[in-house]
């Protein structure tokens, strides 16, 4: 009899079996900086008002799939104009999925600027089409010229363009957007998971670019644990994607947390802006310590190179968990990458102790 191991070798694809797994550090104990997770918790008034509506829901039942009311208040509260729909996801990792499903003909190609959201590399992957990454410079800003290019030999079915960017926190240029967008053969995704840290959206443009959609969670204001993301784009690409949609993908309990916090929209709102005063402050003390590059950033974490030879990042890294603070090591990944560490930002205080393992850890 052939083992659980002989046949899975001959059943599931190599490219697979080569990948390892989304992995999640354990964060049991220590101050968790390394997801991007808003550090505010909702206020009793609003989480008991919760719990009396999930008290009520009829759980023996299924979500009603088109979800009318959530995608309205999302449209209402995110600024998606004017006729164009909403698709809904559990995450916008799933949103991610769902459009690369619906993209996925026999030989189409994605492209991404890389360092970006593995993400989009990955679903690329599952669903068997080829996936072109086209690098940033070295000070991660965006070569247009070079992505134009790149699109005219590849004539790419599918482009995503997380803006501002991750793992690098870089803003990019509008101009440089709209140019791609312009010149692009197909569709293109701004992944605009960081929006509310930001400047600029492309969400109240939608309607300039026949082949542009807009992808946003609220993962990173304050509802990580609901899992909801959402695209904004004409009904004729939601339309499509939609078929690719499983059924009940939003649970009746996150559709009715969501509902009502965004018809709180404020409290998350303000918590946001917390966060965002602090990115000042936490970039400032940055640019008061010896031994490492920041770089810009217009979302809710910054990007730091640690100065010296490859493994510089890694001991840092390692200092500050021994400290109780963990950040995302970057190092081993992509080669822009070397001895970078991604840091969160979290309140005064986490941001405090943060600063103080990172500085302790430089030596
Ligand atoms: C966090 C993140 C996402 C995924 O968010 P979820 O809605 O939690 O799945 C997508 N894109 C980018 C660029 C992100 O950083």
Redesign the pocket.
Known sequence: MKTAGQIVDTVIRPEIRAMGAYSVADAAGMIKLDV?ESPYALPDWLAREIGDIVARLPLNRYPVPSLTRLRALIAATMGVPAGCDVLC?N????C?QYITAACAREGAVVMAPAP??V?FQMHALFYRLQFVPVTLRPDFSLDADAFIDAMARHRPSLVWI?YPN?PTGSPFAAADIERIVRAAPGLVVV?E??QPFAADSFMPRLAEFPNLAV?R????ISM?GV???YVGAAPEWIREFDKTRAPYNISVLAEAVAIKILENKHVIDEQAARVLAERKVVSDALSGLRGLTQFPSAANFICVRIDGPPGAGTAVFDGMRRRGVLVKNFSGGHPLLQNCLRLTIGTPEENRAMLAALSASLG
């Open positions: 991007m996801g995450g916008s990792d799933e991610i970006s959201f993400m997380a991750n992944d998971a960081y992808m969670t609220v993962s990173k990580a899992r909801l993301g």
